[in-house]
Nanobody
Framework: QVQLVESGGGLVQPGGSLTLSCRATGSVSSSNVMGWYRQAPGKQREWVAA???????NIADSVKGRFTISGDNAKNTVYLQMNTLKPEDTAVYYC?????????WGQGIQVTVSS
């Protein structure tokens, strides 16, 4: 079992920045992918970014150039740096952990971009 603890969400004005963190504990293997999804009210869950254990990253086109994903292997933690936030970035953000044969989700953390 893997447990995911997310932090860093909140309310921010348009143009502002936030950094989300997700720490994985438990049976964390070396062959994993961690990332982020988000779900806005009335919309389907949307993939945002992913980071492999080897350090490869992928970012959704909708946030490319504004969001950056990074990680700390020693802490089993993944970060999502979000810059130049827009109202349409408002959503519940979910941390995602995948290893061979397993997938886990965080509880979700609210990000609200509003003036």
């Amino acid at each position: 079992q893997v447990q995911l603890v997310e932090s860093g969400g909140g309310l921010v004005q348009p143009g502002g920045s936030l950094t989300l963190s997700c720490r994985a504990t438990g049976s964390v293997s070396s062959s994993n992918v961690m990332g982020w999804y988000r779900q806005a009210p009335g919309k389907q869950r949307e993939w945002v970014a992913a980071l492999t254990a080897g350090g490869s990253t992928n970012i959704a086109d909708s946030v490319k150039g504004r969001f950056t994903i990074s990680g700390d292997n020693a802490k089993n933690t993944v970060y999502l740096q979000m810059n130049t936030l827009k109202p349409e970035d408002t959503a519940v953000y979910y941390c995602d952990f995948r290893s061979p044969g397993n997938r886990y989700w965080g509880q979700g953390i609210q990000v609200t971009v509003s003036s």
